[in-house]
């Protein structure tokens, strides 16, 4: 479909950069598993961006409307690859598999697969992926759509606060998602599980959310006159890239700070000057049409890779 109005273009064309850096990881290990933490920065940071938007123009929607324009969104093209992949798996893979496949497709299909993660030990750096779970890269979809549900209420009572105590709705906004990603990180560092799996627990991971909301509503007053802004969103694009490509830190873990302040970089400042710099170069041909399905070719990539292994 051709692009909406109004549309960041540069935008997608960083979805689908990230989408490259999953796949290219995924296959063959190369560079950090950055893709997804940044996925999930770019999801929180649109998501409060256009809640606070609303809000300030004395539109605040209601949170049960924002669940049901997301999840109208996410879960038809969910549920037809749940059930390709599970067709899927009655042919290719051993019955031994089946019955904790078809819990996994529920789980998946319920938004709880990370935590079904959890509790089989999966281990996502595995060498060896065929037998891994063909629904194990849905523990992300899982985490957003836990996410999903739960930040509507956080930003309706942020609405509610600043009106009965005449503050900006940005500013507590602002200071709330601030001291989440604060506790959340603090966790993660001082009481976090050292097992594998940290990397499938939501806690691990609040933190990146409410930094892509916080950055989201700090926005007006991190502006930048437009030679800076395209050094900021140019320095942004060079790291991410070399964390694209490099292996760089271990996650989920502080280290992901680095490539989540690149990729706000890109946020805040690539769409400044589209004739030129980043903004101009996310947004040619293909990368914002790869952007567009980038959502459906993370569904089905991973278990194609399986599938293929197995076989």
């Known amino acids: 479909a051709p692009a909406r109005s109004g549309q960041r273009r540069d935008i997608q064309g960083l979805r689908a950069l990230l989408m490259v850096q999953v796949l290219l990881f995924h296959a063959w290990s190369i560079g950090s598993p950055i893709g997804i933490d940044s996925f999930i920065m770019v999801s929180a940071f649109l998501m409060t961006s256009s809640f606070v938007r609303r809000s300030e123009a004395g539109r605040m929607p209601f949170f049960g409307e924002r669940w049901a324009n997301t999840f109208k969104r996410l879960l038809p093209p969910l549920v037809v690859v749940i059930l390709a992949t599970l067709a899927a798996t009655f042919a290719f893979l051993p019955m031994t598999r089946w019955r904790e496949t078809i819990v996994q497709a529920f789980a998946s299909l319920t938004y709880w697969e990370n935590w079904r993660l959890v509790h089989v030990a999966a281990d996502y750096y595995a060498d060896d992926h065929a037998l891994a779970s063909p629904f194990q890269h849905l523990w992300s979809m899982s985490m957003q759509g836990q996410v999903f549900i739960l930040w509507p209420l956080i930003m309706t009572g942020c609405v509610l606060v600043s009106r009965r105590m005449s503050l900006k709705i940005r ?117 914002p049409a790869i952007g567009d399905i980038s959502y459906a070719v993370y569904l089905i990539h991973w278990p194609i890779f399986v599938f293929y292994l197995a076989a």
């Open 171 to 287: 500013s507590v906004v602002l200071v709330a998602f601030a001291v989440l990603a604060g506790v959340s990180l603090l966790w993660l560092i001082l009481a976090g599980p050292v097992d594998g799996s940290i990397y499938f627990d939501t806690r691990a991971r609040i933190w990146q959310f409410a930094f892509g909301s916080a950055i989201a509503a700090a926005a007006p007053w991190l502006k930048l006159p437009p030679a800076w802004a395209r050094a900021a969103s140019s320095l942004g694009l060079i790291v991410l890239i070399t964390f694209c490509l490099v292996s760089i830190g271990s996650y989920p873990g502080p280290m992901a700070i680095i490539p989540m302040l690149s990729v706000s970089a890109i946020l805040l400042y690539a769409h400044v000057d589209p004739t030129r710099g980043v903004g101009h170069a996310l947004s040619r041909r293909p990368l």
